[in-house]
DNA sequence: CTTCTGACA
DNA sequence: TGTCAGCA
């Protein structure tokens, strides 16, 4: 048999703490997530108990984060990702998001590229009035 | 000691 | 999302 020494969790499923730790995350911001509707782990009596199909929600959940999605946007992934039987809505929606998100980013390297060229004029402007004193 | 809910410098 | 409180 092995001996848990640290003593973390069980066959039923792992405590929030023991989850926390091994995905980097806060307790906080777990219990947060559930607030948003991202997860919905069984409960035993008021304890939070978190199984295989959680931990993988909380990974895709980091990563969508770490691509810049809302936690909205991650919800909506998620809810589709485990109530269609067909794998191809969720692709389809995912697919969508994806494209929206690289808009967005698009968007913003513009934005970021007017203003920069917004600044070169300012700067170019100011130096010649630098050099004609 | 760990978790839970609710509130908020 | 952090943190602190007051319980269980």
Redesign the pocket.
């Known amino acids: 048999m092995e001996t848990r020494g640290a003593g973390t969790e069980s066959e039923a499923g792992q405590?929030?703490?023991?989850l926390a730790r091994q995905l980097g995350?806060?307790?906080?911001?777990i219990?947060?997530y559930e607030d948003k509707g991202l997860l919905t782990p069984r409960r035993v009596g008021?304890?939070?108990l978190y199984g295989p199909r959680e931990r993988v929600r909380l990974q895709l959940i980091q990563r969508g984060?770490r691509l810049g999605f809302s936690?909205a946007e991650i919800r909506e992934i998620l809810d589709i990702y485990d109530e269609s039987q067909d794998e191809s809505a969720q692709l389809t929606h995912l697919v969508e998001k994806i494209a929206e998100r690289r808009a967005s980013l698009l968007a913003q390297r513009r934005d970021i590229d007017l203003t920069l060229d917004e600044l070169d004029q300012l700067d170019t402007q100011c130096q010649a009035l630098l050099e004609r004193r």
């Not at 405590?15 to 023991?18: K, L, N, P, V």
């Not at 995350?25 to 911001?29: K, N, P």
């Open positions: 405590s929030i703490g023991a995350l806060t307790t906080r911001a219990r947060f008021q304890r939070r984060k936690l």
